[in-house]
């Protein structure tokens, strides 16, 4: 299944992190605060102001930061995905 985000949105599926603490152990991302990170899977077209097309400046494969509680979250054929808006993305990260 293909889903295309309208206006000024992005599709990104979330960026699962691990890390170890100095003693050895795992901590998975649900035990401790996220960095809100993600990656873009697909870009809608953009939004229109004063008349102009405004595209989206990130791409597929671009990682982004994103604000905390700004993305509207879905499940499909057991994949989570997130639709964010433009404006709530921060950074893309290089």
Request: net charge negative.
């Amino acid at each position: 299944m293909k889903i295309r985000p309208l206006g000024a949105r992005v599709l990104a599926k979330e960026i699962e992190s691990e890390e170890t603490t100095k003693s050895g152990i795992v901590l998975p991302s649900k035990a401790k605060e996220k960095p809100y990170m993600a990656e873009v899977i697909e870009v809608g077209p953009g939004e229109v102001r004063d008349g102009q097309t405004v595209k989206i400046p990130v791409k597929k494969g671009d990682k982004i930061l994103y604000s905390k509680f700004s993305e509207t979250e879905i499940k499909l054929e057991d994949e989570k995905y997130l639709f964010i808006k433009q404006d709530d993305i921060l950074a893309i990260i290089e």
